[in-house]
């Protein structure tokens, strides 16, 4: 990690971060950090408090703002397990722009429903059918394809989470950020080495779906078998790295760290327990990696990305009986 790629003409750049950024203000919150006096040196990042709960809402309005007006009357799709089409759907709204979401048909009732409240229109498919079936409304359609995060306006959009980061704690030295298509973790890496190249920049995912980990060990996405996937609670990384994702991981991410399914459960509690903010899984991995994996971590004041707060409520049910 850290050395040139293949793709690196093709990379997001500061300005393009930047630029992002003055499209989304006003229509993004620009989220706070939050210290955390029960664990040592650590600041939160909460995007779950986006008004649909994560940090999503970055890019799709950034990618929206950039369309014209022939594609915006046309209308978009995505595919998305719920973060990126609510979000997509929202910003739809808001900008008069028809949205279709295809969606795992695992994907979690509260998020379907969410994305239909925001007016999309949602068409539930396998999980391996999904950007097959989005490709197929493409050319059916006429729609353009605005994907979750294989995209350079997504990845603007989310590294917007990074310039905040530095210019809220400048002193920063640990930004800690969830890795699933590395949509996120790429921005975010983008922004930080950008600004502040001494500053590590560590992502984390589930120990039972650590496929980005094999693929930036290998120098090459590495997808993993979807019954694999589908075995983390953490359903918002359950998708593999893009060629675009890789290539910043593999030029900007300094490490990344795996964490337990039961960490990750226990992490969630403690979230909103201490912190008094309601993390879903996915959300709280960075968090988990902090408190758990602490000596795998580079020391000195931390930031941890908490990405989303849409939490099935069965199993918030479950967790905080």
């Known amino acids: 990690m850290g050395g040139v790629t293949t793709l690196q003409q093709d990379l997001v750049r500061l300005d393009d971060i930047r630029a992002a950024a003055a499209r989304i203000s006003g229509l993004v919150v620009r989220t706070p950090l939050l210290p955390c006096p029960w664990a040592d040196e650590l600041w939160l990042k909460p995007e779950s408090l986006q008004p649909i709960g994560a940090f999503k809402l970055r890019g799709a309005t950034n990618a929206l703002h950039r369309l014209d007006l022939e594609h915006r009357d046309a209308g978009v799709v995505t595919h998305s397990s719920g973060n990126h089409g609510q979000a997509l759907a929202y910003a739809g709204r808001a900008l008069g722009i028809p949205v279709t979401v295809v969606m795992p048909d695992v994907s979690t009732p509260l998020k379907i429903e969410a994305t239909r409240g925001y007016g999309a229109e949602v068409i539930l498919v396998p999980q391996a059918q999904r950007e097959i079936v989005a490709r197929q409304l493409v050319a059916e359609r006429g729609l353009t394809l605005i994907p979750p995060y294989d995209h350079p306006d997504i990845i603007a959009g989310q590294g917007t989470v990074g310039l905040e980061i530095f210019e809220d704690l400048s002193s920063v030295d640990v930004v800690v950020v969830p890795v699933g298509g590395g949509g996120l973790s790429s921005g975010v ?133």
């Open 189 to 321: 890496a983008t922004a930080v080495k950008a600004l502040a190249p001494h500053v590590a920049v560590i992502g984390v995912e589930p120990a039972v779906a650590a496929d980005a980990a094999e693929s930036l060990a290998a120098g090459m996405v590495r997808v993993w078998p979807e019954a694999r996937m589908l075995s983390t609670v953490a359903d918002g990384l359950r998708t593999p790295l893009s060629e675009l994702t890789l290539a910043h991981l593999s030029a900007y991410l300094d490490a990344i760290v795996t964490v337990s399914e039961d960490e990750i459960l226990e992490t969630v509690r403690t979230l909103a327990g201490k912190a008094r903010l309601i993390a879903e899984p996915s959300g709280a991995v960075t968090t988990a990696a902090v408190l758990h994996h602490r000596d795998e971590l580079p020391a000195g004041r931390t930031v941890a990305v908490v990405s989303g707060g849409n939490l099935d409520p069965a199993l918030a049910a479950r967790l905080f009986a």
